[in-house]
């Protein structure tokens, strides 16, 4: 088989990028340029897009997000705040024999795994989306890794039969309060509940205002996801979910809520009703992100979700190391 070519990739190839993000089963929105550019732009971020090629066909590739501190170490990751994971792709095999998937795979993976170790990064972080399971090229050559977990509620089954006890109650708070469900793209009226519930926290929400303007933006013209709300009879928006689409599923990514009217169940509402919506839709199953938090997790496993793994890989050196040592005896050296 012909050999892979790795470089970075030009703007002007980030469309072809895009196309590959399609149709790779594990791409995910996280991986596609409009995603990336709005972190690289609202964020500060230098964003790099390297791109395996096998006679001149793009059939792989990785964004990094790539940051020098203090001159001294550089340190590169796939994922940033509120993006949980991007990572290696590659193009899907053609091939129904697994030791064929398994070695094109490879072929793939170890080009691109040697260049990035010859980049200079005194730590390199990826952090593969759901659905990629082979991370061998790395964990065979020295590269730690980590399991992460998300939850999956699949579309086709009797949600009203998975409830617990506890969020049978909340539901049926919301419907007695007379709260009703619907989409509403409106990005001040998610971020004033978000900020509501950090503010509750005494905390700053997660990412400017900017990005999720920038995020609306994208959910107008190229139709990624959407804004649920469940509202008060009055029609005050009490809690959101912003969801992004997905390959058969809808990804719940974020959530916003007024903490005073907590105890009427939004959230629990939300979730419910966008089962159904989604399910309506022919979607297959919604992505909760929310399995590595043990707070969330005992919320969400009240709708009975199937815990599915994903994974990371993390190299460093032995600079970075020390440093790293270093910054947590003296909380000092910013490394994050």
């Not at 998610?190 to 905390?203: D, N, P, T, V």
Request: charged share 25%; proline share 5%.
């Amino acid at each position: 088989m012909e050999g892979i070519e790795v470089r970075e990739l030009l703007p002007s190839e980030y469309k072809e990028w895009d196309l590959l993000v399609e149709e790779a089963q594990p791409g995910t929105l996280f991986h596609t340029s409009d995603w990336l550019e709005i972190c690289r732009d609202v964020l500060s971020k230098d964003l790099k897009i390297y791109g395996c090629f096998r006679n001149g066909e793009l059939v792989g590739g990785c964004p990094l997000f790539v940051k020098n501190i203090r001159g001294i170490l550089k340190v590169a990751t796939s994922t940033c705040r509120m993006t949980s994971y991007s990572g290696p792709l590659i193009k899907e095999s053609a091939s129904t024999k697994a030791s064929k998937r398994m070695q094109e795979t490879h072929e793939i993976l170890n080009p691109l795994r040697e260049f990035l170790c010859k980049q200079g990064f005194d730590s390199i972080h990826l952090t593969f989306a759901p659905g990629f399971e082979d991370i061998r090229p790395f964990t065979w050559n020295g590269w730690d890794s980590a399991v992460h977990y998300t939850h999956y509620l699949y579309l086709k089954e009797n949600i009203d039969s998975n409830l617990s006890r506890e969020r049978q109650m909340e539901l049926k708070t919301a419907t007695e309060a007379g709260l009703k469900t619907r989409a509403l793209n409106d990005p001040e009226t998610y971020y004033r509940l978000l900020s509501l519930a950090y503010e509750k926290q005494k905390l700053e929400p997660p990412l400017p205002e900017e990005f999720y303007e920038r995020v609306f933006k994208l959910f107008q013209e190229k139709n990624i996801g959407y804004m649920f709300v469940s509202e008060t009879p009055e029609g005050e928006a009490v809690a959101a979910h912003l969801n992004l689409y997905g390959k058969k599923c809808a990804v719940i990514w974020t959530a916003a809520l007024n903490p005073d009217f907590a105890h009427l169940g939004p959230i629990a509402h939300l979730y419910y009703n966008e089962f159904l919506d989604l399910n309506s839709r022919d979607f297959k199953y919604m992505n909760v992100m929310a399995a590595n938090i043990p707070a969330f997790v005992d919320f969400i496993m009240g709708f009975s979700p199937e815990l599915i793994p994903y994974y990371s890989v993390t190299l460093e050196s032995k600079k970075y190391s020390i440093a790293k040592t270093l910054y947590k005896t003296t909380r000092e050296l910013p490394l994050s």
